[in-house]
């Protein structure tokens, strides 16, 4: 008999998450990838995908697409991924995206979209910095 798949998860703060197959909506301009997945963490959604800053760009695109805004999402000084945010949402309770690249020993490199409302994103992602996965920066911004 063929071995059962193995369970998707995703890179959390403590380690891999248990995780759902991604949909398309979790990966905005990337679509259905395979070997994505997605799991609820800490009031976020995050998504992984195997990849880097060169997919990650497709997202940016396709998120600047909706109006968001990217600014560089720092963890003190460390530049840890890029944030999407709608320039309206003055006060912070909007959804919010925030983009980055991981790697974790034994994997190949995933790209990481994380979505909530408020901080959430940005609160999972300053954890999954301070966390198991090791962080590949953001490429300084052109121009």
């Known amino acids: 008999a063929p071995a ?10 403590a380690g891999e998450v248990p995780a759902r197959a991604a949909r398309a909506a979790d990966l905005p301009g990337l679509g259905a990838v395979p070997d994505a997945a997605a799991a609820r963490v800490a009031g976020a959604t995050l998504a992984a995908a195997p990849g880097g ?7 940016r695109a396709a998120l600047e697409g909706r109006l968001y805004q ?29 983009l980055m690249a991981v790697t974790t020993p034994g994997r190949e490199p995933r790209i990481l979209v994380i979505h909530g409302g408020g901080t959430t994103a940005t609160d999972l992602a300053a954890a999954i910095a301070r966390g198991a996965p090791i962080v590949v920066e953001p490429p300084a911004p052109s121009g």
């Open 53 to 59: 800053w060169g997919d990650l760009e497709r997202v």
């Open 70 to 98: 990217g600014a560089t999402l720092l963890d003190g000084e460390r530049p840890i991924g890029v944030a999407m945010l709608y320039p309206t949402d003055i006060i912070g309770i909007g959804e919010r995206w925030v």
């Open 4 to 13: 059962p798949a193995p369970t998707p998860t995703v890179p959390g703060p």
